[in-house]
């Protein structure tokens, strides 16, 4: 049974930093390239960020430069760092395992639950 268990969301003021964490069990995960989203509210998930199995990252333009992802194979985590954090930013954020070619959700075969954060003006 796969499981990907988000966390490390929460509330933040505009600038701040919060690391996400993204705990998968049940797949291969030093073979499984993995992505990041995110979906505020009456608008469509969108693509943040991914990282390859190969350590390559690919960022959407708007949180480039502010957000890293990365990837610890021992522990079969994806981490998503996000610095200057902006009202904006305020959305409920999904890790995902990336399955098929392309940067949209249909990319995309397994879901985490998702974790708020919140970025107070």
């Known amino acids: 049974q796969v499981q990907l268990v988000e966390s490390g969301g929460g509330l933040v003021q505009s600038g701040g930093s919060l690391r996400l964490s993204c705990v998968t069990s049940g797949l291969t995960f030093s073979n499984s390239d993995m992505g990041w989203f995110r979906q505020a509210p009456g608008k469509e998930r969108e693509f943040v960020a991914a990282v390859n199995k190969f350590g390559g990252t690919y960022y959407a333009d708007a949180v480039k430069g502010r957000f890293t992802i990365s990837r610890d194979n021992a522990r079969s985590t994806v981490y998503l760092q996000m610095n200057s954090l902006k009202p904006e930013d305020t959305a409920v954020y999904y890790c995902?395992?990336?399955?098929?070619?392309?940067?949209?959700?249909?990319?995309?075969?397994?879901w985490g639950q998702g974790t708020q954060v919140t970025v107070s003006s």
């Open positions: 995902a395992r990336k399955r098929f070619t392309g940067m949209t959700t249909s990319a995309y075969d397994y």
